[in-house]
């Protein structure tokens, strides 16, 4: 499925927090639009730390792997039942 949103640059400071954190793997893993989302909700934060929280929030839900964007979300990419 095309994006229809327009695509993000992953800034280098993501990039280096995904590797640092082992979760570059769960990353990939994600459906390309929420890798786009993610990225843009960071990169739209006018404060380093806005991005910084935003990136913590991100390399959170990778980790525990149920969550995208404070939603509940399956493997899969199917929403489970809140």
């Known amino acids: 499925m095309a994006l229809t949103r327009p ?3 992953m800034p280098g400071f993501v990039s280096e927090a995904l590797d640092a954190a082992g979760l ?3 990353y990939d893993a994600r459906p ?9 909700w960071i ?7 806005t991005q910084h ?8 839900e990778l980790r525990e792997g ?3 964007m404070d939603m509940p ?4 990419g199917a929403r489970r039942p809140g």
């Open 43 to 49: 990169n739209k934060a006018k404060r380093e730390a």
């Open 7 to 9: 695509i993000q640059t």
């Open 53 to 60: 929280k935003r990136l913590a929030q991100m390399l959170e």
């Open 24 to 26: 570059r793997g769960a």
């Open 73 to 76: 979300w399956g493997s899969g």
């Open 66 to 68: 149920d969550t995208y």
């Open 32 to 40: 390309d639009y929420q890798r786009n989302d993610y990225l843009g």
